[in-house]
T-cell receptor, first 112, second 115 residues
């Protein structure tokens, strides 16, 4: 049971390039989330998807788009990467109804 | 929106001693409070959680207490061991029965266990 799988694990981009971060869960969870983690800032919610076919903005959505491809997969896209988007990105999922969120091991993204 | 404050940012304790990390939250509607442990290069891992209808919860060496009136909750680790060294995050959210908005996290506490 892999849980939440994120790809890639590391990526370096140049300013202005585009990139899609992939996330898949095998726990049959309804809800999925994207967070970013910056030094001294904790984790901040970018976007979430309560169920297949729905997405909503979180605390820091500017510069990002998401797609809930199916129940298993939730992708995060940077259309024109900026140095301020250098961060570690975490995907999480939950079965909902107050159940805990389970996290992947992150994608470390550097934008030069 | 919710705001979660976490203290201290760094905590160093001797192996075998106890460690306490404290968090406060702002939204009185919050009713779910998880604690996550994050090791270097890994994602956060849930270690314990508590809901607002409970004042204390224990799991072996780990306990969490919640004071709804004061809007604060704390993580207690007893008999600390070297493997407890990590960054710990508290979080809060309000579950309303519908929707699935995310957690609001504190900024983390780097716990260092001195041998």
């Amino acid at each position: 049971n892999a849980g939440v799988t994120q790809t890639p694990k590391f990526q370096v981009l140049k300013t202005g390039q585009s990139m899609t971060l992939q996330c898949a869960q095998d726990m049959n969870h309804n809800s999925m989330y994207w967070y970013r983690q910056d030094p001294g800032m904790g984790l901040r919610l970018i976007y979430y998807s309560a169920s297949e076919g729905t997405t909503d903005k979180g605390e820091v959505p500017n510069g990002y788009n998401v797609s809930r491809l199916n129940k298993r997969e939730f992708s995060l896209r940077l259309e024109s990467a900026a140095p301020s988007q250098t961060s570690v990105y975490f995907c999480a999922s939950t079965g909902g109804g107050g159940q805990p969120q389970h996290f992947g091991d992150g994608t470390r993204l550097s934008i030069l | 929106g919710e705001n979660v404050e976490q203290h201290p940012s760094t905590l160093s304790v001797q192996e075998g001693d106890s460690a306490v990390i404290k968090c406060t939250y702002s939204d009185s509607a919050s009713n779910y409070f998880p604690w996550y442990k994050q090791e270097l290069g890994k994602g956060p891992q849930l270690i314990i959680d508590i809901r607002s209808n409970v004042g204390e919860k224990k799991d072996q060496r780990i306990a969490v207490t919640l004071n709804k009136t004061a809007k604060h909750f704390s993580l207690h680790i007893t008999e600390t061991q070297p493997e407890d060294s990590a960054v710990y995050f508290c979080a809060a959210r309000a579950y309303s029965g519908g929707g699935a908005d995310g957690l609001t996290f504190g900024k983390g506490t780097h716990l260092i266990i001195q041998p």
